[in-house]
């Protein structure tokens, strides 16, 4: 099986934002907290809500644009 990227979820004090999602996108989270909860061995699969910050994370982390953007000096 290949191996999901993303891997366990860290606690981190959250700030509350509110957004929507078509339904197909939140029916792939709940389908991905349970393929999630599978390969990490979690009793129970995850709120989708607590996948979407680490998900962005990583999205971020992988964007190499960004991430010159963001090491660059401002000014």
């Known amino acids: ?3 999901l990227r993303l891997g366990r979820i ?3 004090k ?4 509110t957004i929507e999602l078509p339904g ?16 990490t061995g979690l009793p129970q699969p995850l709120p989708p809500e607590r ?6 994370e990583r999205f971020m982390a992988g964007d190499r ?3 010159r953007k963001r090491s660059a000096p401002s000014g």
């Open 24 to 39: 197909a996108v939140h029916r792939d989270l709940v389908r991905y907290a349970e393929a999630h909860a599978r390969e």
């Open 65 to 67: 644009a960004f991430a």
């Open 14 to 17: 959250p700030i509350k934002i």
């Open 51 to 56: 996948l979407i910050p680490p998900m962005l």
């Open 1 to 3: 099986m290949t191996k």
């Open 10 to 12: 860290e606690d981190d």
